[in-house]
């Protein structure tokens, strides 16, 4: 039992760039999250998922899209990266209860 | 803007006192849960308490929760030096999908 996996854990990107983020949870969780953490600061959510096919925006969602095509696994792409989305980013997933969310290691994603 | 912040931003105490972090929401509740994150990790959960309670005790962590004022407090008694970390309230708000989190506090232990 991996819990949630996420992939790659570093990046470096140029502005324009694209690229995909890859979540993994072996829980069979039906929510997951992507959020991201800038320094010193608290988690934003960015989109989120509540099953297999849906997604929907959270409280920072531009210039950042989502697929979930399987339920174990969630996709979050930079079509054209900005040195504004240098942060680093945490996949979480949950059951419908929402009392425990389990958290990914993170991605650390830098943006010249 | 988020839904949760925490005061104080930052804390530092000496090994063996206790520390007190406070939290306060927006909106209407059915849970308020606690997270921790060590520097440069995934956050990871602390307790939760639910709308219909008060205090909530898990080893040396006492959460207490006031819902007319909404806000909520983590208590750590006998705090180490492994204590240090980031603390984050999250709560869902007015969904029953999403945890939105607070802006943290920092707390440092000194041995």
């Known amino acids: 039992n991996a819990g949630v996996t996420q992939t790659p854990k570093f990046r470096v990107l140029k502005t324009g760039q694209s690229m995909t983020l890859l979540c993994a949870q072996d829980?069979?969780?039906?929510?997951m999250y992507w959020y991201r953490q800038d320094p010193g600061m608290g988690l934003r959510l960015i989109h989120y998922?509540?099953?297999?096919?849906?997604?929907a925006k959270g409280e920072v969602p531009d210039g950042y899209n989502v697929s979930r095509l399987k339920k174990q696994n969630f996709l979050l792409g930079l079509e054209s990266a900005a040195p504004s989305q240098t942060s680093v980013y945490f996949c979480?997933?949950?059951?419908?209860?929402?009392?425990?969310?389990?958290f990914g290691p993170g991605t650390r994603l830098t943006v010249l | 803007s988020q839904q949760g912040e925490e005061d104080p931003q930052a804390l530092s105490i000496q090994e063996g006192e206790n520390a007190t972090m406070n939290c306060s929401y927006k909106?209407?509740?059915?849970?308020l849960q606690w997270y921790r994150q060590n520097s440069g990790r995934g956050l990871v959960h602390l307790i939760l308490?639910?709308?219909?309670?008060r205090e909530k005790h898990s080893g040396r962590l006492r959460v207490t929760l006031d819902t007319s004022k909404k806000s909520s407090s983590l208590l750590i008694t006998a705090s180490r030096a492994a204590d240090t970390a980031s603390y984050f309230c999250?709560?869902?708000?007015?969904?029953?999908?999403?945890?939105?989190f607070g802006s943290g506090t920092r707390l440092l232990v000194r041995p």
């Open positions: 979480a997933s949950t059951t419908q209860r929402l009392v425990d969310v389990y």
């Open positions: 829980m069979n969780h039906e929510y």
């Open positions: 998922s509540v099953g297999e096919g849906t997604t």
């Open positions: 909106t209407s509740i059915n849970n």
């Open positions: 308490i639910r709308s219909n309670e």
């Open positions: 999250a709560t869902d708000g007015d969904s029953s999908y999403k945890l939105i």
